[in-house]
């Protein structure tokens, strides 16, 4: 149980590294307040000797806090992590809180981190293996579409297959995939911004277009993607394979708008950010461990329950909700609050 991070501050070219258990899916808030609330913040948390990194399995979150060249780099968090509108608006609001700094996202995760303060990225890369999903088969239910394979045939023609599942493992299959569109109902058009829940979301997690004529493979993940151009351009040889990040909009061109994507407005989604920064996170998390442990001694005769100690460990930088208010009405040009 846990959401683990590792936290970094670059000073006078050298770089300190810390650890937290919990705060993976709370870093986009804890960061948020600037630069000296989020020093402080790291600061408060575990140190650790250079070489005891996170590999990309265990890393849900990380942050690089560079005071020499005022970077932030950064990825972790819950929405935010998948949503890619509601991240882009909490990055705007971000930006304007830690001015005179660049903020950056970590598209590769614990890797960029690493790469960014030098230490070997093949340290922190796990053996993971995905599953390869080699079929075009659309879910059961449309509001399950979790994101599209386009294709571009060799006659010029656009064909959308509506899929659920992750990017990589589809792509995984390498051209095997190519083959699947004949076996598949194809669509002209998907309206996405009529099929997905938009109280769920509402936006798809990644898309692959394949160009059959030019072998050529575009993809856009929202989700951290580690070393993925290496992974799926092996998997893909003699073929072009270029990743946009959280790019959506070149699956667009591509497909020449036929995929029709919800469209939140901003002021939702700045609501969205804005609820998310001022919620009530009062409870500390080791409760939620403690409570489970005594859960499963209850009526045990002799059992023995062991705790990770660092499970036990929950530092937080506590500020007070009138002055999160005031940053989150400046990060909005302080002409909004909730």
Not at 133 to 159: H, N, Q, Y
Not at 163 to 173: F, I, K, P, Q, T
Not at 282 to 288: A, K, L, N, Q, Y
């Amino acid at each position: 149980m846990g959401q683990r991070a590792n936290l970094v501050i670059v000073e006078n070219g050298d770089y300190r590294l810390y650890y937290s258990h919990w705060c993976a899916n709370t870093l986009p808030r804890d960061l948020f307040w600037g630069p000296d609330y989020a020093i402080a913040f790291i600061q408060a948390q575990r140190e650790l000797n250079k070489s005891d990194w996170l590999d990309d399995v265990w890393a849900e979150g990380a942050a690089v806090v560079d005071r020499d060249k005022n970077v932030l780099l950064f990825y972790g968090g819950e929405d935010v992590l998948f949503d890619v509108p509601l991240r882009r608006v909490y990055l705007q609001m971000l930006a304007r809180v830690w001015r005179a700094w660049e903020v950056r996202w970590a598209y590769e995760g614990i890797a960029d981190i690493a790469d960014y303060v030098g230490y070997p990225r093949e340290r922190v890369l796990s053996e993971r293996e995905v599953k390869p999903v080699c079929s075009l088969s659309p879910p059961s239910k449309r509001e399950w579409t979790d994101l599209v394979a386009s294709f571009t045939t060799a006659e010029g023609d656009i064909r959308l297959y509506p899929l659920a599942g992750s990017v990589e493992s589809y792509l995984d299959s390498g051209p095997a995939l190519v083959g699947e569109c004949e076996r598949h109902e194809a669509f002209d058009a998907l309206p996405l911004n009529e099929w997905l829940d938009e109280t769920f979301s509402g936006f798809p997690t990644g898309g692959v277009h394949i160009d059959v004529g030019s072998k050529t493979v575009d993809f856009w993940i929202a989700d951290i993607a580690t070393d993925v151009q290496h992974r799926i351009s092996h998997r893909w040889p003699e073929w072009t394979v270029r990743w946009h990040r959280d790019a959506f909009e070149r699956q667009l061109a591509l497909t020449r708008e036929a995929i029709r994507l919800p469209n939140r407005p901003e002021r939702v989604l700045t609501k969205d950010v804005t609820e998310m920064l001022l919620m009530d996170d009062s409870g500390s998390r080791v409760d939620s461990v403690l409570d489970a442990a005594f859960t499963n001694l209850d009526g045990a005769t002799g059992a023995v329950v062991e705790i990770n100690p660092w499970s036990l460990r929950d530092d937080r930088l506590e500020i007070p909700l009138e002055t999160r208010r005031r940053i989150v009405a400046w990060s909005l040009g302080e002409s909004y609050l909730p």
